[in-house]
């Protein structure tokens, strides 16, 4: 038989898949509405379900345990980093890397707020990366300009008490 | 309850490889199948059903099983593909294993492959979020800020391996270790992708970090490959070989995704590595499987592992050992192939993986133990029981299954 002729690499072809034409109406918009406007008042409104107490941050129409939250809850600004991870090169143990981009990593930090059960990623600042550990305090720090955007409230920094 | 006794009679794996540029997917999946057919000693003719299962979206490539009447002997037969993410192969399984346990079919043929190399596993998995992360643009995200979270799975697996490592007292060291135990084990099975006799835990600490605490070393490459598996009755298999394995449960459990809820929501999955559901899933296996003590019960395990810290962490998630022991019994050997309970004897998916196949390869290698068929990456010890796991999603799902030497009822 006679050798295939073949290609190294899978042939790709160009193409945009254009996000912002993808607009969404469902129930969780609605309510994640209400939320993101009390931003502007630094106000962090939860939902909580009847059925099992559960609070979700940002808020959520159908619970696990199949009840509709339905109770508005302020949950605190402060909170507890459940899980971490850095951006670019960084810190084997504390140990600065030569390989990768320059620079400052980012900390990306899984919270828990305080008065929700429910874990939201944010980015860490005012903080090395070999000070952060699973059960860190933090507390969100709001952008100058509050706009009611779902990233108002993905910055915290350690809380100083 | 009523249960037919379901045994393991045939096994077959294709070649695997990162690029497979010299079979299209039905030649590549029918090189397992024939394996399989040769294995059992059985031909189409003796089969009453197929079960098959892949991610399309990593190949790019949807309804792949239409070419499974004419090349994997599934003409005029009864023909089911599944998708479950990465526990696919498990489901694969199971589904096979319930069409025979519960008396509809004698005979039944798995097949669970990926062919990645045809597609983009990256987009393959990014389809998985796309519509979640319109609706977070939509919200008021960046999308710069989203991308940065990390992604596809490495950008799961950092959040859980530092949570775990946390939790556990596990250290960069032993995910060296892990990686090192497996690429060895890896070098002695002749299926197995990634083959490195030899590494060392020094050699993995040198890999690039791809983003803390996981570096190249800790993650399982992109594999072209297929699996195949007949399962068939207790009385039917005893007909066609001495020593079947059977399989005595199968259970499977899922989560909310972690990290990101749906949309913007919360999710109450707080912890990636908490794998609660794997717990639950391992108990009710193990239940059914009417194993009471796992840990002196259990000979052979192969955990689903593609993460290096995966390895430890489902060890103690499929209740082998009390939660955050795991990184000392790796140190002390007896996660070895001449170990007291050896761990991932196939070199695991952190050596190969062929994402839709690897669940049920944790099935297969755990029947192949049993059978003592494992050739040189047979453990030392004699193995009577053992555990395959799958996991997949956005660590939200989780496949269970008890093999044994020993049928149920006898
Ligand atoms: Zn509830």
Not at chain 2, 115 to 140: I, P, R, W
Not at chain 2, 328 to 342: C, K, T, W
Request: proline share 5%; aromatic share 8%.
């Amino acid at each position: 038989m006679a050798e295939m002729e073949y290609k190294k690499e899978t042939r790709s072809v160009e193409g945009s898949w254009p996000m912002e034409h993808w607009s969404w109406k469902f129930e969780s918009i609605a309510l994640i509405s209400k939320t993101r406007e009390a931003f502007k008042e630094k106000k962090l409104l939860g939902l909580k379900c009847p059925g099992c107490g559960l609070v979700y941050f940002p808020p959520k129409p159908y619970c696990r345990c199949m009840s509709e939250p339905d109770e508005w809850v302020e949950v605190k600004q402060q909170g507890t980093i459940t899980t971490y991870t850095f951006t670019g090169a960084w810190a084997y143990e504390g140990i600065k890397e030569e390989e990768g981009p320059a620079g400052e990593p980012l900390i990306i930090v899984g919270v828990n707020f305080d008065g929700s059960d429910t874990l939201t990623v944010c980015t860490l600042g005012e903080a090395k990366p070999e000070e952060v550990f699973v059960g860190m305090r933090v507390q969100l720090k709001w952008p100058e300009n509050i706009e009611g955007r779902l990233d108002d409230i993905a910055h915290v920094v350690p809380l100083r008490e | 309850m009523a249960h037919i006794d379901v045994a393991v009679t045939g096994v077959g794996y294709s070649k695997h490889v990162s690029k497979r540029r010299d079979v299209n997917i039905a030649e590549l999946v029918w090189e397992a199948v024939s394996n399989c057919y040769e294995d059992a000693g059985l031909k189409p003719k003796d089969i009453d059903a197929v079960v098959t299962g892949n991610m399309p979206a990593f190949e790019g490539v949807n309804m792949p099983e239409l070419w499974g009447a004419g090349h994997w002997g599934a003409y005029h037969k009864p023909l089911i593909r599944i998708t479950t993410g990465g526990t696919t192969g498990g489901s694969v399984a199971h589904a096979a294993y319930y069409a025979v346990a519960s008396g509809l079919y004698d005979t039944v043929l798995a097949i669970a492959f990926e062919k990645q190399s045809d597609g983009n596993s990256t987009m393959g998995l990014n389809t998985v979020a796309l519509a979640d992360a319109a609706a977070q643009f939509q919200q008021g995200v960046d999308p710069g800020f989203l991308a940065s979270f990390g992604g596809g799975a490495v950008g799961i697996a950092v959040y859980q391996a530092a949570s775990y490592m946390k939790r556990s007292g596990c250290t960069t060291h032993h995910l060296d270790k892990v990686s090192a135990l497996c690429r060895n084990n890896a070098a002695l099975n002749p299926w197995s992708h990634l083959k490195q006799p030899g590494l060392t835990p020094e050699d993995v600490a040198k890999t690039v970090l791809m983003q803390y605490p996981i570096r190249f070393g800790h993650v399982c490459p992109a594999t072209d490959g297929a699996c195949a598996m007949i399962l068939t009755t207790h009385e039917k298999a005893l007909k066609l070989q001495n020593k079947p394995a059977y399989i005595l449960s199968c259970a499977s459990c899922s989560d909310e995704a972690a990290l990101m809820g749906i949309s913007g929501s919360g999710t109450t999955n707080m912890d990636p590595c908490a794998q609660e559901h794997c717990k639950l899933a391992a108990k009710w296996a193990y239940e059914l499987a009417g194993i009471k003590d796992p840990r002196r019960e259990i000979d052979v395990a192969e955990p689903y592992a593609p993460f290096a810290h995966q390895m430890l962490m489902f060890y103690e998630r499929l209740l082998l050992c009390e939660e955050g022991e795991a990184p000392a019994i790796l140190d002390s050997g007896s996660m070895n192939l001449d170990g007291e309970l050896p761990v991932c004897p196939s070199g695991g998916v952190i050596s190969t993986n062929a994402i839709g196949a690897s669940a049920m390869e944790r099935i297969t290698e755990v029947a192949l133990q049993i059978m003592g068929k494992a050739g040189e990456r047979q453990v030392k010890k004699e193995v009577h029981k053992g555990v395959a796991h799958g996991w997949g999603g956005a660590v939200n799902l989780n496949v269970v299954a008890v093999l044994s030497d020993t049928p149920r009822r006898s």
